[in-house]
């Protein structure tokens, strides 16, 4: 079998149709397989999934969960791929779909051509399913080989669409402890899959990135503290893996989620929580001196201290007002 492609639902009834078509639809001189984890969907997506297996016996292998394995799908992705049966892996989400019936074949080819590359990926256009937004393209302007310094910043940066992704599956034999650890199963693998080898791209619009109220990326939430607190975690394990080869970067990517949760809903009323994390802020960050002059009086001197601060430095004006 030379590719696996491993399928992960969740409520995906309104879109897995078009996704199976999609895939059922590639043109390849190869075999291939389709695996599909369902995360115990509340929605009619199991009976859309038993239609086309029974369509498609020999095609398609169904992995219907008994309870739902959380974590934002990871460990039904984790469950696909275990179960491939392919030299390589497709990723694909429930609600995305592909837009050229060669992607596969392009992929295959790729990466047969280029054995130190751990995977490779193609353009996707990002599509805003419940809002009215413009479509827009993933990758602007991408070089054709990327490496590890592509994928680490102080922002952080996500140009590869899950389902714009093939990978070689003995890219990574096991993943590490810390990986189960974090919410984002994408950013962590890409950076294990550059660990591993070369990416190369295909500068083709061959995928389709769908976001909508459902999808796993609306769970993001930058004003909760445990979405925060799990992006720290993961960027500081992230850290690690990579020897702290990185360090000066991720220390700055780590401190801006500290910032962020400066304002997170849960420490709107703590002022000793606020400066702690504001303390924390300075030190991973080092901002520069405006910033930290911002941060020092908005969060870490007490609101009182301030006013009598702010009376005294007013006093002499004051002063000379009534002379």
Sequence with gaps: ?????????????????????????????????????????K???REILAEYQTRYPDKIRLLLHPTNMGNNGMHNALSTFEAARGEYIAQMDGDDYWI?????????????????????????????????????????????VVTMDDLIGEDEIFFMATSSIMFRKNAIPAYPAWYYQSQSGDIPRNVLLAKA???GYIDEVMS????????ASYADNEKDRKFLNNR??????????LDYKYDKVLRKNIARYYKLMLEANQYSESYFRRAGIALKYL?????????????????????????????????PYRLMDRL
């Design 1 to 41: 079998m030379k590719v696996s492609v491993c399928i992960v639902t969740y409520n995906h009834a309104k879109f897995v149709r078009q996704t199976l078509d999609s895939v059922l639809s590639q043109q390849t001189n190869f075999d291939f397989e389709v695996i599909v984890g369902d995360d115990l969907s």
């Design 43 to 45: 929605d009619n997506t």
């Design 100 to 144: 050229s019936p060669h992607k596969l074949q392009k992929q295959a080819d790729m990466l047969d051509q280029h054995p130190d590359y751990s995977c490779c990926f193609t353009n996707a256009r990002v599509v805003f399913e419940d809002e009215k937004y413009d479509s827009v393209l993933l990758v602007e302007d991408k070089k054709p």
């Design 197 to 199: 080898g070369l990416i």
């Design 208 to 215: 389709v990135y769908r976001k909508n109220l459902g999808g």
């Design 232 to 241: 720290i975690l993961m960027y500081s394990n992230i850290n690690r893996e």
């Design 283 to 315: 030190y991973m960050g080092k901002p520069k001196s405006s910033i930290a002059k911002d941060i020092i009086q908005n969060y870490i001197v007490p609101a009182p201290l301030m006013k009598v601060y702010s009376a005294i430095r007013l006093m």
